[in-house]
């Protein structure tokens, strides 16, 4: 059983930045992908990025270039760095962490952090 937590949410001013952590209590090194998604009140989660074992990552459009997803050299803990922060990225963040091929490339997470809170004020 792998438990992930997050950490790191809490209330901005538009254009200040957040820093989310995502501890793992197995090691990142053999995940095939971890990702962090986010979820708009009665909507379904969206992926905002995700970093692939081979160390790929993808963004989604609405935050390429503002949010950066990276892991520590430990594989513990999966960040998110927010910058430039609007009133639009207000949700509740997720992490998600997947060690099997077919979870992985279908994006169908079995593991998930309860979630923490970003919310951005205009």
């Known amino acids: 059983q792998v438990t992930l937590e997050e950490s790191g949410g809490g209330s901005v001013q538009a254009g200040e930045s957040l820093r989310l952590s995502c501890v793992f209590s197995?090691?990142?090194?053999?995940?095939?992908?971890m990702a962090w998604f986010r979820q708009p009140p009665g909507k379904e989660r969206e992926e905002v990025a995700i970093?692939?074992?081979?160390?790929?990552?993808r963004y989604a459009d609405s935050v390429k270039d503002r949010f950066a997803i990276s892991r520590d050299n430990a594989k513990t803990t999966l960040y998110l760095q927010m910058n430039n922060l609007k009133p639009e990225d207000t949700d509740m963040y997720y992490c998600a962490a997947e060690w099997e091929e077919f979870y992985c490339l279908n994006s169908r997470y079995r593991s998930w952090g309860q979630g923490t809170q970003v919310t951005v004020s205009s």
């Open positions: 970093i692939y074992g081979d160390g790929r990552i």
């Open positions: 197995r090691y990142t090194t053999s995940a095939l992908c």
